[in-house]
Each structure stands twice: as structure tokens, then as C-alpha cells.
């Protein structure tokens, strides 16, 4: 009976696995259900810096980065979204990553340490796991997720699943981005 616990133990650990790996880099087929409007939050940026949901008025148009520090192709994209994060400031927008996994001191010194050696710039914040937001998160299934939020908090359109590093997914990105730009008008 011990033989066969351990073996249906290995099974269960072996597709725990596959589908951990699955997430991250996922193909656009994988869908989160997405609400209408992004979950109100507080939180802290890396730096320590509290932040909340209201930073979404300060910009036309926010793109809301998911990642977690044990997936690769979310750290193999940073150079690039640091890159677009550049071109968003030009456009009245700004680029937030959200680290999943930094939820306490140790976890986010792990991705203070990435973003540093990845170049990464741009605003990163930890999200407490029981707020709204923390909950909503927790239902993200594919990783990275990329979410482009307007000025009232509403996420616009659907997300993007997987990395963002080919010139095609960049002008789409930018095209959206350029279209929620237009629609704001600057409006707060």
C-alpha cells in the first residue's frame, strides 16, 4: 500500500508540475475572467512607497504587468516592457508591474534584486493577497498577463496573455494604448 501512495503521490506531483509550467509564458488562448473595473487596492510599490487604485487617474491609460518571480519569460520581457514603459510616458500613460509573489520581505527583495538585474525602471508594486485585488489576482491563471486600465479604473479590452516581445505585439499594444489615449482626451 506504501508503493502505491508514493507512486499516486509522484502522479499528483508530476501534473501539479506540468501545469505550474504551463502558466507561465502561456499561449493568448488561455482566458481570465477579467471584471469591468480593476479591484480597488492599497498597496506598496518595491521601494515601500504606498499606492492605490486612485493612480489609475493620473493617466489616460495604465498597462498593468502580472508576474511572478519564478516565471521566466515574465522576467526574459522586462528589458522590453522598460522600453515601452518609455514610450507610454511620451503618450500620457505609465506602465505597473504587479509582483504577485512579493507578499512579504524576503519575496520582494527577490524582486527588487530581478527588476535591478533586468533594467527594469518602472513602477512594481506588492499587493496584499486578501484585498480585492489580492483575490482577484489569485485567479490569474497564465503568466504574464498584461491588463491596460483607463483613467476610472476600467480595464479595457481583453488581456494579454504571455510575454509581449515581438514587434507585432508591441504596435498592438501601442495601437490600444494610442486608442485609450484618444478616447480620454486628458479628462480627469
Request: hydrophobic share 40%.
Amino acid at each position: 500500500m506504501n508503493k502505491v501512495f508514493k507512486k499516486v503521490m509522484a502522479i499528483v506531483a508530476v501534473v501539479a508540475l506540468t501545469f505550474s509550467l504551463a502558466a507561465c509564458g502561456s499561449s493568448p488562448e488561455t482566458k481570465t475572467k477579467l471584471p469591468e473595473t480593476f479591484p480597488a487596492f492599497t498597496a506598496t510599490d518595491l521601494t515601500g512607497k504606498s499606492v492605490s487604485s486612485d493612480m489609475f487617474k493620473d493617466n489616460a491609460v495604465t498597462v498593468l504587468n502580472l508576474w511572478f518571480t519564478g516565471c521566466e519569460a515574465c522576467v526574459q520581457e522586462m528589458p522590453q516592457l522598460e522600453k515601452i514603459s518609455k514610450e507610454l510616458e511620451a503618450k500620457g500613460g505609465k506602465m505597473v508591474g504587479i509582483c504577485t509573489d512579493a507578499t512579504d520581505d524576503k519575496m520582494k527583495k527577490e524582486a527588487t534584486d530581478i527588476l535591478k538585474k533586468s533594467g527594469a525602471t518602472y513602477t512594481n508594486l506588492s499587493v496584499d493577497n486578501d484585498s480585492e485585488a489580492g483575490k482577484f489576482l489569485g485567479t490569474v491563471m497564465a503568466y504574464p498577463t498584461t491588463l491596460l486600465v483607463d483613467r476610472q479604473g476600467h480595464i479595457v479590452g481583453d488581456a494579454i496573455v504571455g510575454s509581449i516581445d515581438s514587434q507585432e505585439q508591441i504596435d498592438n499594444l501601442m495601437k490600444r494604448v494610442d486608442e485609450i489615449v484618444a478616447k480620454d482626451g486628458g479628462a480627469k
